[in-house]
């Protein structure tokens, strides 16, 4: 919409991290409730793309002049690696000026990045070696679970473990078992409460 040379993009996209579990409400119902919409996407970045679009037609709907054309850009892979956009400047043209409208109103100016990282141990020690850690299905997720196979005894851990999650104030408790295998491993699971 809009007339003039010059583009502006607002950049959305609908596409989203895997949505985990334990939701409250369904992570693809959009259900809303205390007056706030829930599901995965509301925030990032589905909400923020339709609010987006209400803006534009509002503005266009009230009849304002622009001396711009703008165009909401839906993309569809922003979470995965951005081929979405890849795709779009190869066909469609290169906006002028744009912003994001993505996760929290009203600004986000910067945002921390990911890192992905390698963690080896090089010498087998005799007590509390980590022999698996999973949590989390992706990178730029926040994970609801964490779990460790260690070689020590639950029983031995679980206090250590507690005070640690207290001292940060997660409220965490440690479940886990003991596995008689040939390996001897030992489980430990958290986090229930834990943010
Ligand atoms: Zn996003």
């Known amino acids: 919409m809009g007339e003039g040379d010059e583009l502006l993009g607002i950049l959305c996209h609908v596409d989203v991290v895997p949505a985990g579990s334990n939701w409250t409400y369904g992570p ?4 809303v409730a205390d007056g706030k919409l829930f ?9 923020p793309t339709i609010a987006a679009w209400h803006a534009m037609k509002m503005v266009k709907e009230a009849g304002i002049p622009l001396n711009k054309r703008v165009r909401l850009i839906i993309g569809t892979d922003e979470e995965s690696g951005f081929r979405c956009v890849r795709r ?7 906006p002028t000026i744009g912003f994001a409208p993505d996760a929290d109103f ?4 910067a945002e921390k990045g990911i890192s992905s990282l390698v963690f080896s141990q090089k010498t087998n020690t005799p007590d509390g070696q980590l022999l698996d850690f999973k949590s989390g299905n992706r990178t730029n ?11 020590i005894g639950f029983a031995e851990i679980k206090d250590r473990f507690e005070s640690f999650m207290d001292s940060y104030d ?22 229930d409460g834990a943010q």
């Open 106 to 109: 009203p600004i986000i100016n």
């Open 28 to 31: 693809f119902e959009g259900s």
């Open 170 to 191: 997660y409220g965490a408790t440690a479940n886990g078992n003991d596995h008689d295998n040939d390996k001897c491993q030992r489980e430990i699971r958290s986090c």
């Open 39 to 47: 599901g995965r996407g509301a925030i990032d970045d589905k909400g």
């Open 88 to 94: 779009y400047f190869e066909k469609e043209e290169m």
């Open 141 to 151: 997720m926040v994970p609801d679970h964490a779990q460790a196979v260690i070689g």
